[in-house]
Structures are given as C-alpha cells and as structure tokens.
C-alpha cells in the first residue's frame, strides 16, 4: 500500500490488481482518478486530486491512465477523461465524469464519512 496520503499510481495490469485487492481488503473508500496525459482537465484536476488524497487520509487513492492500462479503464466503462469512480468493497457507488473540484469533494465527504476508519 502507499503511504497515507498519496495518491497510488499503477502502470501494470499487476500492479493494479495487487493493489486494488489491498484496498478493498481496507474496507477504505477507494477513488480511482481515470486520466490521461494528453488531456488538459486531468492536468489541472492532478494537484487538486493531490491534495484531498493528504486531507482524507481514510481514503485509498489510484490513478490509471487509461491509455496505459486500457483494461482497466474497460472493466470501469470509462468513456471520458477524466472520469472519478467512487468503491466501497469493490462496488462502485457513485462516479463523477469532468475536473469538478467541488463535485469530486462532495462526493468524498459524502462517502468517506460513512466508511468506517481502520
């Protein structure tokens, strides 16, 4: 697992399931950022990302770059970039599709106040 507070970037299909299975086994909510390096809201939503990954520390926080694990972003039904998709236990509650900062931490609060902390 990363360290409180980073963001887990993942650049193998086995790193990935290595450390997705990690966090579910947290029982931590768990938001996966699908980016792509080539698109300028994943570029500015980045830091933003950053930084409520070292604010809501019960949460785990991933990255996929979609045009590096295509898979990944297949399993998810990733359409657009960026797309935010919220997990609890492997199950996807809720997702937000664009850079809303306000959006993405609204949801976060919303579900990271009902995941118990470990």
Known sequence: MAAE???????SVEAWTEKF?????SK???VIDFTA???????FI???FAELAKRFLNVVFFKIDVDELQSVAKEFDVEAMPTFVFLKEGTEVERVVGADKVKIE???NKHAATTASA
């Open 106 to 108: 609204q949801t976060l």
């Open 5 to 11: 507070g980073e963001v887990i970037a993942c650049h």
């Open 37 to 43: 390096s080539w698109c300028p809201p994943c570029r």
């Open 21 to 25: 299975k990690e966090a579910n086994e």
């Open 46 to 48: 980045a830091p933003v």
């Open 28 to 30: 931590k909510l768990v």
